[in-house]
């Protein structure tokens, strides 16, 4: 699943990774609203819940500390499948520490994305 | 101001003191009487008043003691304490909780006075003054700091998605369908990158704030030369770190010190030179880090080597931006740390820096 509030981002991203064939289905929410409804809606099959959540911090009104926010505390039959990698292209001091001692984040990736770096995370679940 | 727009208020449980002080003064200043401390409190809750007489020895509350009682509550109008008699106490008393500006004794002489509220109605106008203008800097210093913010995000973010589609043109085998357009492409906007980068780094590091935290040289280096080697997988690094000792320093300005060292090491390699070494040597005691970077690169002309640290120094022929260096001494500087350096052609280019740990400091 990528969050992400730009849609060029998203064309990107979703073509990289199905160019290097690193995911068989690709859930593309614009905003972290969408993604936290998306995993609520789907809370009861397994199959439609991400196994990666790829996501942005800089979002218009929920950002993506919001989204963690809110996500740590989701039941754990939809956290229990997913992991979540930040995808940003910030190099704000505080935004990167911040993300990288959040312990639902496994990683911190910096736009624009590696195809090698994710294949790492991707082959390491 | 016209100084008849002084505000002046006088306590005094004396009421003849009061209509004296009025008689000699009404046509400078704007006076306010009262003559007991809860009166003068009163028109202090509706008045705001520049400059406080005050008279010691009242009924009830003195005038240290009311000086004392207002501290917290109006703390800007400036204070004159009036005394008929020299009472040590009552002055040591004044000086040391009362924040009193003068000490005037009675009866008093017009033209001393007089100067005296004058001159506490412009220290009284200083403190005002210097008070917007910290607020008008903290503003602008917001505002800076917002700035700076929106640049790491709002400017850098689509420049990263232009890289993101070079990426895929890449990948999509479309590189080098259009000339060399997209190779352009590329070198434009990593450069404009790399110049967002160097110029947030440089304002970070003018920020006198100083975090100090532990920094663990081993995982730090590798992880920079992972960071920079990404697009010169030909260079060489031995790397060679003793660290038995914990170091407490400024984590980010020594990643951005040693970052901009390792990606120049590896950035002015020689094109032609079939094994490209760098070698980065650490050693920590509990007094300061000791750091080499070495390699063997294009090396630096004698007649460069006191330039390189300076803003905007670029040698010919080569494609820095003139800030690495000169951000790199300015982090050092704020850090006491020092920086040499040596080039020649058979040891190649060596760059020395000795970093304190605070460690050490803290203890001693």
Redo the contacts between chains.
């Keep these: 699943m990528l969050v992400d509030d730009?849609p060029?981002?998203l064309k990107?991203?979703a073509?990289?990774i199905s160019?290097?064939d690193l995911a068989e289905h690709i859930i593309l929410c614009k905003s972290a609203e969408a993604g936290l409804s998306h995993l609520r809606k789907h809370r009861d099959e397994v199959s439609e819940l991400p196994e990666l959540i790829l996501l942005d911090i800089?979002m218009p009104e929920m950002d993506g500390f919001d989204f963690l926010e809110v996500y740590q505390n989701l039941p754990k039959n939809i956290t229990g499948h997913s992991v979540v990698v930040i995808l940003s292209?910030?190099?704000?001091?505080g935004d990167i520490q911040r993300a990288e001692a959040n312990p639902s984040v496994l990683k911190m990736l910096k736009?624009?994305?590696?195809?090698a770096e994710l294949r790492k995370i991707i082959d390491a679940l | 101001m016209n100084a008849s727009n002084v505000r002046v208020l006088y306590i005094d449980d004396e009421d003849h003191n009061l209509q004296a002080f009025k008689a000699s003064f009404r046509r400078q200043y704007e006076i306010y009487t009262a003559n007991s401390a809860s009166e003068g409190l009163k028109i202090l809750e509706n008045v705001p008043v520049h400059v406080i007489i005050a008279d010691q020895k009242m009924p009830g509350t003195t005038g240290v003691e009311f000086f004392k009682s207002i501290i917290h509550t109006y703390p800007d109008p400036v204070r004159i304490l009036l005394t008929g008699y020299t009472d040590i106490e009552a002055l040591a008393d004044a000086i040391n909780h009362g924040d009193i500006y003068r000490y005037i004794t009675k009866p008093w002489n017009d033209l001393e006075l007089h100067n005296s509220i004058k001159n506490a109605y412009d220290a009284y106008k200083a403190k005002i003054d210097l008070r917007n203008k910290i607020t008008e800097l903290e503003k602008t210093n917001d505002e800076l700091n917002r700035f700076i913010y929106s640049i790491s995000h709002e400017l850098r973010a689509p420049l990263v998605s232009v890289l993101g589609i070079v990426n895929l043109v890449k990948m999509e085998d479309l590189f080098h369908s259009s000339g060399e357009y997209w190779g352009l492409i590329e070198t434009c906007s990593n450069k404009l990158d790399y110049y967002i980068q160097k110029t947030l780094q440089y304002y970070k590091n003018n920020k006198t704030a100083s975090d100090q935290s532990q920094v663990d040289f081993k995982k730090l280096v590798s992880e920079l030369i992972e960071l920079y080697a990404y697009t010169d997988k030909n260079t060489k690094f031995l790397v060679n770190i003793d660290q038995q000792e914990v170091f407490i320093g400024d984590s980010f300005r020594i990643e951005v010190i040693l970052g901009n060292l390792i990606s120049n090491a590896i950035k002015y390699q020689k094109a032609d030179e079939p094994d490209k070494k760098v070698n980065i040597n650490i050693s920590i005691n509990s007094y300061h880090a000791e750091i080499a970077i070495n390699d063997n690169g294009i090396g630096i002309l004698n007649e460069h080597l006191e330039k390189i640290f300076t803003q905007f120094f670029k040698s010919k022929n080569q494609h820095g931006s003139g800030l690495g260096l000169f951000i790199v001494k300015e982090a050092l500087t704020k850090i006491n740390g020092k920086i040499t350096v040596s080039s020649n052609p058979t040891d190649g280019t060596t760059f020395k820096i000795t970093i304190p740990n605070a460690q050490f400091n803290k203890e001693a």
């Design positions: 730009s060029v981002d990107i991203n073509k990289i160019i290097n800089q292209s910030t190099l704000d001091f736009k624009p994305l590696q195809p």
